[in-house]
Structures are given as structure tokens and as C-alpha cells.
């Protein structure tokens, strides 16, 4: 049914009007502002004439969608008044313009030619903007089919709400899980005041009873830090952690209007303020941020490329739809909330962005973690595995190694083969290393399934360490140790390469563990008497002729579980006290 009517002016809405459309003056189209036509803004009252048939034989539950009327209005059918808001005005609620005029004239005195009449007011006879059946077409159809439709459009609209504030959280939780992602926050905080702004121009206000003026002065104040919000957003993007001070001017122009807002005085004021000051305000930002963000996109800004990609068609929409409410230049989508669904679309851009951004983090710190286990295998090579988390505990948060050396009670096992520099010289060079090779193959596996760690490879000497009260697992894999060179030596006889004999030295007590050396190179070590002890004890084995040598305080604590013989009483170089050492035989069973 659009197209265009015939209008007359009244002085008042309760003014006798003409029954046939031929006597009305003026013609019109519909849906559209009065004050779209310059000579009429100062119209405050007015009355359409709309004619239309009906086949009556059509069995049709009809209904008639008016669109949008603005504020108070009378409607007539073939004479007969069928809607008015005069009870709703008595009562002091003058907002209704944002809710869609729905009339059921199935059983109204339908005629094959009918005559509809709409008398209206004008919200705001302060403003030139405004006024009559301003958005939404006219359309006669099945009621209840209109009624679904309207059902559906309120139920889109709280469905919008609640996407937009459920992403604001999901937002949030994505900055707070990378905070130097600030469009994350900017993009969150947008969508709560999105949220805000759409929930005062549903449809569905009116249906839960709220006061209709109360959300109208939200509406504006929210909207007066939309753009400025935004503009953050758009330049955390553009500019990532560099200061700009664009969007610090619009958000000082959003302040100066909410207090404009905020002071108006009425409704009305607010209005006027809006269309006349704060929509062209809105304009202009969004044409600075669109050549700012084009400006960038030239000088080869790669996150400008994201800007144009997530916010393009969400900022043309709204940008149409700005100079739509100013200019009405398409009435039908004055009251159509274009810019809450170009905001569905700049939701599902930046969700996409985000979801892309953590795919690709994912696909990163996946890669790393390979490299990291491929490293730590390899680390493994050259520090004891149960070290390895120490290490990197020992660093702080500038990610600088921290020498902090710690006192522990380890049991510390020295074991050196015999005669290695006559058996090294009957062998060439590729020959010693494999002969070590084999060699720590062999032992190293004894230590580890006892429970010691390798701290390091001295030439032909292994250095191993046990943790407190282990005394036992070290003189067992000792005496392992031993045994197992007659296994070895066998199978070296067999490719005559001559036979394979060592000492071994364990000492119990403190120790300083920590990182040794220097910033170019460093262990992870043991240093200490307790070291020095079973160091000089392996050395003495040469000279007792036997194969084991430990502590008089680790027999002591042995006695009842290994079987001892004790070798001498002895003074260890540098020290005052003598203490006797003895060679552990068997294990008792």
C-alpha cells in the first residue's frame, strides 16, 4: 500500500476532517516526515486519507500494518473510530512512535471501497524534523500473519541484545586473557553500550510496562558515547599501544553532549539537540574516521586491512542510516534499526577475527611445543631430567636466570675407569669415543634405574647424585655396577679390545646445589665437601686395591642391610678430623 495520499492540516487532533480524500488539499507519501516536505514542518497537527478495496469474498482475517505514527493519533474507518491513544495520553504517556500501529478490521465494517482516516500529532512541535506515519509501509494482509511478523521483529531485537552482551563477555574474557589485545576491551565495552542503546528503542518496552521517557533519556545518553567508544576501538586496532588523539576529541565531544543530554530540561530539547546538533556530529566522526583509517590503509598499515575488512559494511550501514534520520531521503528505513544489525555484522567480523587470531596462536604455541618437547628431549642429553624444571623455575619474570644456590642433603657417587689413558692409546680417535660411548651407555642406565642422576661426565669419570636418605639406592647401584663389568668385559673379549675395570666413591652429606659458571657457559651442579669426599675416595680405590670405597657415616647408617669390610682409618686432605672408610661386599637378603 505505499505510495502516496492525500493530507490536510488541522489545527487540533480532535478537528472535524473531510470524509471523501478528494477534499484533502495535499498529497503525500507514506511512510515519510512530514517535515520532509520543508513547507509543512511547522505542521503540528494533520490527517491522512487512504483509500483502498477489498475483494470481501476473499476469506481473509485482515489486518492493517500502519508503520510508525508519531506520538498521538485517531483512526477512522469508513466513519467509524477503531484506534486512539486519547487513554494513554490522559495517563501521561506520550512516546509511542517507536512502536508499530497494528489494527485487526477484519469486523469493523469492511466495505469493497473504504476510507481510512488518520488523524496525528506531532512528537515534538518544537522540531522541524519529524512527524506523520514516518517509517515502515503501509500493508494489508492477514492479521495474524502481521501479528507473527511483528512477534518475530521484537523477538530479533532481544535476540540481538542478548548476542551482543553475551560477545561483550566473551571479549572481556579474551582481553583479560591477553591484555595487550586493548581492542578486545574497547570491542567489549562497545557491545555493553550497543546493548544499552538497543534495549531503549525495542519494540518490547512497551509490552513489560517501562516508562517509555525514561528510556528515551538513556537512549540519548548512551548514545552520545557509541561513537566515541567505537573510535577507541577502530584506533587500538590501527595503532595498537600508540596514543592518538582523535578519538580523545570525540570522546571530549560525546562528554559535552551527555551533559547536553542530561541538561536539556525535557524530552523535547533532547530531541531537537539530537537532530540538530548530535546527528551531524556523528556524521562528520564518522567521515574523520573513515579517512583516517583509509589514510592508513595507504601507507601500507597492515591492521588497516583488519579495519576495512570487519568494519566496512557495518559502517556504511550505520552511515546510511544517520543520514537517513537526518535526511529521510528513504523514509521506509527511518525507524528500522539499520545500525543494530550493521553491529551483528561487525560482531560476526570481529568473532571471526578472534576465533582466526586464536587459531593462529594455537597453531603457534602447538609448533612450539613441538619444538619444546624436541628440545627438552634433547636437553635431556645433557641435564638430568628432574633438573630440567628446576632450571627453568630458576627464572624471573625479565626471564633472567637466577643463581640461587640451595643447601641439600645428597648422597654423591664418583665412579673412574682404571688405566683409561693405556687403553685410550691403543685406539684412534672415533674408536675412544665409541668405547666412552658404550661404556656410559652401560653405567648410566645402572645409576638412572637406581635412582640417581647423571650430574656429569668428567672425561672417562661419572659424577652421579642421590637425593637424601637414598644411601642404599647408591651403594646398591654401586655394587650393580661392578657386576656389571663382567657381562661388558665379555663381550669386549670377544672383539679383543681388552678388558674394562673401575673405582667408585661415595660420600653422604651437604651439598650446595645450584647453577654454576658463568653467563657463556653453565651447570647445573653440586659443589662441596661431600663432593670432594667422594671424589678423593674413588681415587683411593687404586691405591687399596678395591673396587668401592664410602664413608664410615654411610656404613653406620647401612650396617644392617649391606655387609661392610673396613679398609683403614684415614685423614682426607684438608681436613683436621680422620674417619674410616669402608668397602661395602653384598647386600643382605
Known amino acids: 500500500m505505499k505510495g502516496e495520499y492525500n493530507l490536510i492540516r488541522l489545527e487540533n487532533i480532535s478537528d472535524p476532517v473531510p470524509e471523501s480524500c478528494d477534499l484533502y488539499p495535499l498529497k503525500v507519501k507514506i511512510p515519510s516526515a512530514i517535515a520532509h516536505t520543508p513547507e509543512w514542518r511547522n505542521y503540528t497537527h494533520f490527517a491522512y486519507c487512504i483509500s483502498f478495496d477489498i475483494n470481501l469474498e476473499q476469506e481473509v482475517d485482515w489486518g492493517l500494518f500502519?508503520?510508525?505514527?508519531?506520538?498521538?493519533?485517531?483512526?477512522?474507518?469508513?466513519?467509524?473510530?477503531?484506534?486512539?491513544?486519547?487513554?494513554?495520553?490522559?495517563?501521561?504517556n506520550t512516546l509511542f512512535y517507536e512502536t508499530p500501529v497494528i489494527l485487526h478490521i477484519a469486523k469493523m465494517g469492511l466495505k469493497e471501497q473504504n476510507t481510512l482516516i488518520v488523524k496525528a500529532k506531532k512528537f515534538n512541535p518544537d522540531s522541524v524534523d519529524g512527524g506523520g506515519i514516518y517509517a515502515g509501509i503501509i500493508k494489508l494482509d492477514d492479521y495474524q500473519k502481521i501479528v507473527t511478523e511483528n512477534q518475530i521483529s521484537k523477538s530479533y531485537g532481544l535476540g540481538k541484545n542478548v548476542l551482543f552482551l553475551s560477545t561483550s563477555l566473551l571479549f572481556f574474557i579474551l582481553y583479560l586473557s591477553r591484555t595487550d589485545n586493548r581492542e578486545y576491551l574497547w570491542f567489549g565495552i562497545f557491545l555493553v553500550t550497543i546493548s544499552i542503546y538497543e534495549f531503549c528503542r525495542l519494540e518490547l518496552k512497551k509490552d513489560l510496562g517501562l516508562d517509555l521517557i525514561t528510556l528515551k533519556y538513556i537512549e540519548y545518553l548512551v548514545l552520545s558515547f557509541v561513537l566515541p567508544i567505537f573510535s577507541f576501538f577502530l584506533f587500538a586496532i590501527l595503532y595498537k599501544d600508540k596514543f592518538h588523539f582523535i578519538p580523545i576529541s570525540i570522546l571530549c565531544g560525546g562528554i559535552i553532549f551527555f551533559f547536553a543530554f542530561l541538561f536539556a530540561g525535557n524530552i523535547f530539547n533532547v530531541e531537537s539537540i539530537n537532530i540538530k546538533y548530535h546527528v551531524p556530529f556523528l556524521i562528520l566522526t564518522s567521515i574523520i574516521l573513515f579517512i583516517a583509517s583509509l589514510r592508513e590503509f595507504y601507507k601500507k598499515n597492515t591492521r588497516a586491512r583488519l579495519v576495512f575488512i570487519t568494519c566496512f559494511i557495518p559502517f556504511s550501514l550505520t552511515f546510511f542510516d544517520l543520514l537517513n534520520k537526518k535526511f529521510q531521503f528513504l523514509p521506509a528505513f527511518a525507524n528500522i534499526q539499520i545500525s543494530g544489525d550493521s553491529i551483528l555484522i561487525l560482531v560476526s567480523s570481529m568473532t571471526f577475527y578472534a576465533s582466526y587470531s586464536y587459531y593462529s596462536i594455537q597453531k603457534k604455541l602447538d609448533n612450539t611445543m613441538q619444538k619444546e618437547e624436541i628440545l627438552r628431549k634433547t636437553f635431556q642429553l645433557y641435564v638430568p631430567p628432574r633438573d630440567i624444571e628446576k632450571?627453568?623455575?630458576?627464572?624471573?619474570?625479565?626471564?633472567?636466570?637466577?643463581?640461587?644456590?640451595?643447601?641439600?642433603?645428597?648422597?654423591?657417587?664418583f665412579c673412574d675407569i682404571r688405566n683409561f689413558t693405556d687403553l685410550s692409546e691403543k685406539l684412534n680417535p672415533n674408536q675412544?669415543?665409541?668405547?666412552?660411548?658404550?661404556?656410559?651407555?652401560?653405567?648410566?642406565?645402572?645409576?638412572?634405574?637406581?635412582?640417581g642422576v647423571i650430574d656429569k661426565l668428567i672425561g672417562d669419570c661419572i659424577m652421579a647424585r642421590f637425593d637424601e636418605d637414598k644411601e642404599f639406592d647408591a651403594v646398591k647401584c654401586a655394587l650393580e655396577m661392578i657386576h656389571a663389568l663382567v657381562p661388558y668385559n665379555r663381550a669386549r673379549r670377544r672383539t679383543e679390545e681388552g678388558q674394562v675395570s673401575h673405582g667408585i666413591g661415595i660420600s653422604s652429606g651437604n651439598v650446595i646445589v645450584g647453577n654454576i659458571g658463568s653467563i657463556s657457559k653453565m651447570d647445573y651442579t653440586v659443589i662441596g665437601d661431600t663432593v670432594n669426599i667422594a671424589s678423593r675416595l674413588e681415587s683411593l680405590t687404586k691405591f687399596y686395591h678395591v673396587s668401592i670405597l664410602v664413608t664410615e657415616k654411610i656404613q653406620s647408617k647401612l650396617e644392617g642391610s649391606v655387609l661392610f669390610r673396613e679398609i683403614d682409618t684415614i685423614q682426607i686432605k684438608g681436613k683436621k678430623a680422620v674417619t674410616r672408610i669402608f668397602e661395602p661386599l653384598a647386600i643382605i637378603s
Open 66 to 92: 500502519l508503520g510508525f505514527i508519531d506520538n498521538e493519533h485517531r483512526i477512522y474507518l469508513n466513519g467509524k473510530l477503531i484506534s486512539s491513544t486519547e487513554d494513554e495520553e490522559k495517563r501521561g
Open 391 to 413: 632450571i627453568l623455575s630458576k627464572f624471573n619474570a625479565k626471564e633472567e636466570l637466577l643463581n640461587l644456590g640451595e643447601l641439600e642433603e645428597k648422597t654423591i657417587l
Open 432 to 451: 675412544t669415543v665409541d668405547f666412552l660411548n658404550s661404556y656410559f651407555k652401560t653405567f648410566n642406565r645402572i645409576i638412572i634405574e637406581n635412582g
